[in-house]
């Protein structure tokens, strides 16, 4: 590509580029937009933040949810877009626990003139299992749809990008641009999950991962805990842990104490910056594949509302709660492990084959 401004920058390596680099190699790119979900509402990084190239190549502007239910608002994703006119507009989560009208997504995109990316990665397991059919389904209604293989998908680490015929060429592209020579045994692992996903047993997985969030986040309701959007309709729980007085960085370190594996995340609007964070993100996708069901999913609610109810934030020297050292109360990382390897124990990952 003949470029004043990538001339300019060649004799530089990608991490000493400066702000200033960067504008001018947007510029030189014709100031390219992209409206993606904001990252605190459940958007992801690749969606155009700083941090990730997406964010550096495009002029990136965000679209959030509705303040008081925490819900998507199409009207505001609308007016967005017509102010901005985004190139692309995308649509997709990684942290939001709800489901999306993706025929509404490209009406809104056709509206401005946008190419309508959806990034499944986080659902398509609900979409290959057809919990997520009409206009839940992107597919239809998407110009790119893009994935991952290696989360609901239940496949090995990967991703796939489909096109309408009109994209074909242009993704097709990313080989060479983006891409290098094909990793061959990873193609032959994708192909084996497609074909596990397109059978009825795969149906079901997906049902029942929709069933068991659903069960999660009751059995947090019921003890009180809150949820952002106040429930799920996907295969994600959000907890939002400032119910429980503390930040998500001091609820994470808590549960990992006590053997449960979580991920803090933002919740929207969240008080405790993107950093210490005010949520836990639950996802049904890998114990439903153990076998859980309903009691199960309840019992980790249970468990998880006993560890965070029994942590309590340090007191900083300016005697304020601490957003990151915490106490975890005697015995209950104990008791939660405890409790937790009896569970899993009842639902081993590979029944039949004895570890000894
Ligand atoms: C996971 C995910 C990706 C891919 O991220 P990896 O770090 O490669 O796994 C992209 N988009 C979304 C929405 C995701 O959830």
Redesign the pocket.
């Known amino acids: 590509m003949e470029s004043p401004a990538l001339e300019r920058h060649s004799a530089k390596n990608v991490s000493e580029l400066s702000e200033q680099d960067w504008e001018s190699l947007r510029h030189e790119l014709g100031n390219q937009r992209m409206l993606g979900m904001s990252l605190d509402a459940g ?5 155009g933040f700083r941090p990730n190239i997406s964010g550096k190549m495009f002029q990136q502007r965000s679209y959030g949810t509705d303040p008081e239910t925490g819900l998507l608002d199409y009207d505001r994703v609308r007016a967005a877009a017509r102010e901005f006119k985004p190139l692309v507009l995308i649509a ?3 942290a939001y626990p709800r489901r999306v009208n993706f025929a509404k997504m490209r009406e809104i995109a056709d509206e401005v003139g946008a190419t309508l990316m959806v ?4 659902f398509a397991g609900l979409v290959a299992g057809k919990v997520f059919t009409g206009d839940e389904d992107p597919v239809p209604h998407a110009h790119v749809t ?3 293989t ?2 609901s998908l239940r496949g090995p ?1 990967g ?1 796939l990008v489909l096109a309408t015929e009109e994209y074909a060429g242009a993704v097709d592209r990313g080989c060479p641009m983006v891409l290098g020579g094909p990793l061959s045994h990873v193609m032959a692992a994708k192909a084996v999950a497609l074909a596990e996903a397109r059978q009825p047993s795969f149906r079901d997985y997906a049902q029942k991962i929709a069933d068991n969030a659903k069960s999660l986040a009751e059995g947090f309701l019921s003890r009180g805990a809150r949820l952002v959007t106040g429930g799920t309709d996907n295969h994600i729980v959000l907890l939002d842990v400032t119910s429980f007085g503390l930040t998500g960085r001091q609820a994470e370190s808590a549960l990992l104490d006590s053997g449960v594996v979580t991920n803090r995340n933002s919740i929207p609007a969240d008080p405790n910056g993107a950093w210490y964070t005010s949520g836990i993100r639950f996802g049904t996708p890998a114990l439903t594949t153990r076998g859980f069901g309903h009691d199960e999913f309840d019992r980790v609610a249970e468990l998880v509302c006993d560890v965070l109810s029994s942590t309590s934030p340090n007191s900083t020297k300016a005697g304020t709660p601490s957003k990151a050292t915490y106490t975890l109360a005697d015995g209950v990382a104990d008791r939660t492990r405890a409790a937790s390897a009896e569970l899993l124990d009842k639902h081993p990952l590979y029944p039949g084959l004895e570890l000894s």
Do not use: E, F, N
Request: aromatic residues 6%.
């Open positions: 958007g992801h990084l690749t969606h997709g989560y990684s990034d499944m990665a986080h893009t994935t991952t290696h989360k680490r991703g």
